[in-house]
């Protein structure tokens, strides 16, 4: 492959730097015409005034131009440079900002502050003087500099991201340092000698002559000098390695306590003790007593024995000899390393922190409240015998059932369309149709409401037990049990629901149908004494919690039983099942609550002792990653529980806010809690028979 010539190579970069001085002339020519149509441009700072036929007139100034850029070169001397008028220093002039002048020059005088002009006297000046464009204002010394033409170019070049300065040349032609051609022979064109590849003869001889001399003692090899072995005096030895003959891990004796100055045969002043302090010493304990008074003496002669030298040393004799042979390794661990790190709680909002409206009416205890599905209306039910159903935004109260008995329990439908809302009071539970929604989905609550004459017995048996009435009162139905009713609970399609029976035995959960006021009985035998029922909220299965334990059935295959869960707790009080059902809270009377994930163990995930009192009820946020429970201590905790969907990351439970304001009553604090179905609030129910809504 033929090589080009050097001179080539140099003509080719002398067209390219040709070429692109033409390109720049063009560009420079635009930018020109650009400045022209441009307004007038003023900064805060520096202030550039470009005339918008500075450019136009370049022809008109050549000569003025050229006396300038001589003027220029003749005081282009480093030995003719001013240092600057302003003499402050290194101080910024905002210290100035405020003050009529900018500094003081070299006399110590002030620098009075020029006038500022405004737009319209610089387009005046402009008008004036063709080349008022290029005058800057200095900040330092507060003058005007008349820019050159040598440095107009070189801000130019900046701008246009080029070499400033005009004489350096970007494309230098390129030296070649190298040869190319390939030189004919080698440096040496000698064969290999043979003695390169053979082991030296004589080598072999001087090596097997030390050898020799080694063997024989003549060359003595240097030992390694041993280091004196130091010790400190006073020093800890209890990093010392030595070990006891008996195989016992060595122990140093405790260093005695070195003496001070009140030890000293003649201390200060300061150390000997007043009569009045000697006899003070009397009357302390014996332990407290000091075991040694100071005392001064003319000379170290006159200075007697020491009374207990002899006890002290046999003391210390059988407190060495009867140490026992155990070492104790104490870690040193930053206790604040221990705790476990929890993101900010900043960065976990929005939650529950503040009490945002009251809801006032009630006259006894507020046992239960539910929040509709849209979360525009609050049910509360009370032991003064009334329900009540409030504004949730406003407080009012917008409907008032007198239902004549302590209500327990209240549940409004999960389907937005079905306005039913379910109470339980003693022996009854009441399915009340609460008016709201249009008239096409009145019709329909209605006509699910209505309960014909005649009703064919059930082939269970359970119409025996549980009668549908009409309840003409208030428009609904009166569900009889023979059992006293605790909770109801509604299944997520909103046409089953199932009511809870603590001293119902072997029908002690039921079941109901709305649509066809059916009632029938769970096939599998509930053993203990339940507590409550939860059905899961995306699947047929129920979880029912017993006072000591929870079991999950499937409703599809006759109640078969799927799992069951210990808390380990002494009695269960509430359950609570997470939005997407792989989780469940679980609440207890002893103020613990547990955190179990189903799919991972029967046993609880977490327990938190937050409460000093019984735990009334536990709840999950539909849709925010907040979980809350409430205590008979006036308390109710808000939780951030984040749920992953990677099976491999375990739950993140974060305490947030601890909310007080209700206060004790008979010895009950918080009755109920639960979330607003779209927003981050929590609203409580206590037994001072007021609501309280928390609002983040």
Known sequence: MKMPKKNDINNNKKKRKDKENNKQQDQDYKLELELEKEPIQQQQHVFVLVDENAFSNHNND????????????????????????NTIGDVPLEWYKDEPHIGYDITGKKIIKLPKKDMLDSLLATADNSKNWRK?????????????????????????????????????????WFEWKDSIHPLSSAQEPKRRFIPSKWETKKVVKLIRAIREGRIKQDKPKEEPQLYLLWGDDSNSTEKSGHGLSYIPAPKPKVPGHEESYNPSVEYIPTQ??????????????????????????????????LKESFER?????????????????DPESLKPKLPNKKDLK?????????YKGHMGAVMSISVEVSGQWLASGSTDGTVRVWEVETGRCLRIWDVGEAVH??????????????????????????????????????????????????????????????YDKYEGVRLRHPKAVSKVEWHFGG???????????????????????????????????????VFHPSRNTIFIATKKSIRQYDLQKKCKLVRKLEPGVREISSIAIHPAGDNVIVGSHEGKLCWFDVDLSSQPYRKLKCHKKDITDVAFHPSYPLFASCSDDCIAYVFHGKVYSDLNQNPLIVPLEKLQGHTSTNGRGVMDCTFHPRQPWLFTAGADSVIKLYCH
Not at 142 to 147: A, C, G, I, S, T
Not at 150 to 175: S, W
Request: charged letters at 30%; aromatic letters at 8%.
């Open 317 to 333: 004799c059988l407190d060495l000899y009867l140490c026992p042979r155990a070492r104790k390794k104490r870690i040193n661990i």
């Open 350 to 358: 929005p939650y529950p922190s503040t009490c945002y409206l009251e």
């Open 136 to 176: 800057i204002i200095d900040q330092l010394n507060d003058e005007e500099v008349q820019l050159a033409k040598n440095e107009i170019g070189l801000i130019q070049n900046l701008l246009r991201g080029k070499t400033p300065h005009p004489d350096v040349d970007p494309y230098a032609p390129y030296v070649d």
């Open 409 to 470: 329990y209240v549940a409004w439908n999960p389907v937005q369309e079905r306005k039913i809302l379910a109470v339980a009071l003693g022996h009854d539970v009441l399915l009340l149709n609460t008016g709201f929604g249009d008239e096409e989905e009145q019709q329909k609550v209605k006509e699910l409401l209505h309960i014909e004459a005649a009703q064919d017995p059930d082939e269970s048996g359970a119409t025996s037990t549980v009668s549908w009435v009409q």
């Open 62 to 85: 050549q000569e003025e131009e050229l006396e300038e850029e001589a003027r220029v070169e003749e005081s282009d001397s480093s030995e003719d440079e001013v240092g600057p008028r």
């Open 495 to 533: 046409n089953y629901f199932s009511t809870v029976m603590p001293t119902g035995d072997s029908r002690a959960i039921l079941l109901h149908q709305l649509s066809k006021k059916h009632t029938q009985t769970i096939p599998s035998k509930v053993r203990g004494l339940p507590v409550s029922s």
């Open 276 to 309: 009045e302090e000697v006899d003070s010493y009397q009357l302390m304990y014996e332990e407290d007593r000091p075991k040694f008074i100071p005392k001064r003496f003319e000379s170290l002669r006159s200075v007697p024995a020491y009374e207990n030298a």
